[in-house]
């Protein structure tokens, strides 16, 4: 891991690094000076980017004198982010580390955040006669008083999962103290002799796959012919702390089984998204070491093994930050969701903090009602083994270094044999697609790679009628990730119609679809979406 592959430098080395350092910040100083007289002088070309809603008022053109000030925040903002890229930094963790801090930084200066330095709100407060003023402090008071003073990111007054979230038909068919299982009601006559289990992450609801009617990627593989099932996970509480990788790996080698009996098919296909997704491979990777192979073809979406790979996510690799984390989960048994969200909304300040400081307190509008940032609100907890899991796995790199075993069993997740799809996101701040595509080349047997447009999560919801959505598709992952993108060809669509075809291709003949969900060993408990999603 980072001991391995940063040891320590000697003096002489350390000595070099800082003194070309210093020449690399004096050069980005200088020409931060430059480029600011000539802002002061009113000839800077400088424009926000096309995606930067801060400096869409016309004022930031047309009146001198924000004109100035936004081209000289961009020019030193530009230039202080810059420094993360330039200075030479021994380590990526450290790189990143540096890259969050100056980001937090640059952003919070933004002339945009105060009433005076933004001419919409100004804009507005005179348009609605002060108005927009009072109902932006009074959405500041609510924040300060329900919200741990961030700015709220959606309303979710109109949102209720079973009534217009998560109402997929089908039914849970198995409960156990860590999850509860659904079998979906087919949608068309015939279906697929060979089953699908999702197995979705434990950090957040399943139900962000299954959306809205016609955002639904559950709604949609069920239209597809696919018999299908996912996990349930439960939202964990303080008496669940020890629940670790081997309570969840063993609850999906179960649901596995589960599955099997229902649907009389001596094996299933499973599909498995970000953490989830490392904990199907755990399960898959213990049942290779038994000589059991249960699962015909396995897909995963967003999923890391190796976390020796850079990405912002670093930033949070500090031993204080890391220590700290885990003495507080300690101390409750379990890991907050608040904290967890807070932590990640930080690593894109100006989309998930100031843009929502702008719309809520300065032009005093209610946030947007959005189904999937209703979802991200309905936050999970973590129990506190997990999580220290987690930490060894994200820190130390613990599953691929061999220093955590699952179920008794080292990752070796070259025995792993099945077929197997990964599918990334380009821009992924939580799991950037390259780490995904060296998760493809640490299996065995027959791989795919798929590289989506969109981030983290909305590429996952990401469905046919999307017009902006699109893919990659290339050879197998048995190259560099670089040269991989370079001979991949650029699809139209959504990652979804390529995925089913996969899976379809692997899921066997078609049989009349079951007029009855669960079985006689495992009759029908409660209609979806179950008991477990409300907690």
Known sequence: MTNKNNPKESKLARLARLTSNGGRLASVSARMMLDLAAVGLGRSQVEADKGDRRFNHPAWENNPAYRRLGQAYLVWSR???????????????????????????????????????????????????????????????????????????????????????????????????????????PSTAKVRERPLLLVPPMIGKYYFLDLAPGRSFIEYAVGSGLHFFTISWRNPRGQHTAWGLNTYTKAVIEALEVVQEISGSADVNAHGF??????????????????????????????????????????????????LARRRAAKTGIMNANDMSAAFTWLRPNDLVWNYWHNNYLLGEAPPAIDIMAWNADGTRLPAALHSQFLDIFSKNALIEGELCVLGSPLQAGSIQCDSYFMAAEADHLTPWQGCYRSAQLFGGERSFVLSNAGHIASLVNPPTNLKARYFTGPAPDIDADDWLAQASEQTGTWWTHWSQWVIDRAGAERNAPKTAGSKRFPVLEAAPGRYIHE
Not at 297 to 320: C, E, N, Q, R
């Open 274 to 323: 970000c953490a989830g997704g490392l904990v199907l491979s755990c399960a898959l990777n213990h049942l290779a070491t038994q000589g059991k192979s249960p699962v015909h073809a396995a897909s995963f979406g967003v999923m890391l093994l190796d976390f020796d790979t850079p990405g912002p996510i670093g930033a949070f690799s500090p031993k204080p930050v890391l220590d």
């Open 79 to 185: 230039s202080v982010n810059g420094l993360a890229d330039q200075l030479d930094t021994p380590d990526w963790r450290k790189r990143e580390q540096l890259r969050f801090t100056l980001n937090v930084l640059t952003s919070a200066a933004a002339p945009t955040n105060s009433l005076l330095g933004n001419p919409a709100a100004l804009q507005k407060a005179f348009d609605s006669g002060g108005s927009s003023m009072v109902r932006g402090a009074k959405n500041r008071l609510s924040d300060l008083r329900h919200n741990r003073g961030m700015p709220s990111q959606v309303d979710t007054e109109g949102f209720k999962v079973g009534e217009n979230l998560a109402v997929t038909p089908g039914s849970v068919v198995y409960r156990n103290e860590v999850f509860e299982l659904i079998e979906y009601r």
